[in-house]
């Protein structure tokens, strides 16, 4: 992993403590991809391969994106380039409420939230007649969105602006983290570098059953799990009461939470990379 990247992305949560980071930073984003890569038909692989061989058609040379890996956090990248890609900020995440029923349309304003553009992302590159330029930057939004809508804090919140203003300590950066940096990178590089680590060995973990039933669903259930495990692993692990307000003292995320979290982070990260692949399969194979 590039750890300055992941130091920067760390810096920038913490300055704009009142926005959402980049999830899953690049390791967790760089995973899912690589886990899609594995597992789509190789028709599949031979089509990502042709789109981002003309990624230089994107005119972003500071943000490559030609391998699926620099794919993945390319939409991340460009948030440094200012006004040109500004429209795109809110397209990461869909904070519904973890309290309140759920429902994706009234925190989906004129289709900018993660789902939304997920599928549209998906049309696009169904579509052969969409300009070779859009369908190579609609590939490498959705291979960053499926990262970001498994990332749970980018599926719900409790308006705190999916845990920003959640204050954690989390090892020695126990005085500078939130809820959101914790489960962005921090636990992240830790659970998914855990033996067995990185892509392949996420992937040992289940058997082909397990796999083949998390490619199933829609983007709108994928949401509801993601929200579920907001509200029942991530705030409910740190919080007697979910849905109480903001602890002014930061929550602890101690070795016994890293140890329960760790599982289930690592899941998320597959079953956002198989149905990746799916979405992938779908719209090139």
């Known amino acids: 992993m590039n750890r300055f990247f ?39 692989r031979a089509a990502i391969r042709r789109l981002l061989a003309h990624s230089d058609l994107l005119a972003t040379p500071t ?76 590939l490498a939004f959705l291979v960053h969105f499926m990262g970001d809508l498994h990332q749970p804090l980018h599926a719900g919140d409790r308006h705190d602006l999916g845990g920003n203003r959640v204050k954690a300590a989390y090892g020695v950066i126990a005085g500078r983290a939130n809820l959101h940096s914790v489960w962005d990178g921090l636990l992240a590089e830790r659970a998914i570098s855990t033996p067995p680590g990185g892509a392949k060995g996420l992937l040992s973990e289940h058997d082909p059953a397990e796999l083949a039933a998390m490619r199933k669903g829609t983007v709108e259930d994928w949401s509801r799990e993601s929200w579920r495990v907001a509200r029942d692993s991530v705030y409910a692990s740190v919080l007697a009461d979910p849905c109480a307000p903001t602890p002014e003292a930061r929550v602890k995320v101690d070795e016994a939470r890293v140890a329960r979290l760790t599982p289930i982070l690592r899941l998320q990260v597959v079953r956002g990379g198989m149905r990746l692949a799916r979405l992938l399969d779908e719209a090139l194979g």
Not at 28 to 38: N, S
Not at 99 to 108: G, H, T
């Open 63 to 138: 943000c490559p994106a030609g391998t699926i890996e620099q794919a993945s956090i390319w939409a991340d990248c460009v948030k440094t380039l200012g006004d040109r890609f500004s429209y795109a900020y809110n397209w990461h995440y869909q904070n519904i409420d973890i309290c309140q029923p759920f429902a994706i349309k009234p925190n989906c304003p004129d289709g900018n939230c993660v789902s939304a553009q997920i599928e549209r992302d998906v049309r696009l590159l169904k579509d052969r007649t969409v300009p070779l330029r859009e369908r190579v930057m609609a």
């Open 6 to 44: 992941a130091a920067v992305m760390l810096s920038m949560a913490l300055l704009l403590g009142s926005t959402p980071a980049g999830a899953w930073w690049e390791y967790g984003h760089e995973t899912v991809a690589r886990i899609a890569f594995a597992e789509v038909k190789p028709a599949t």
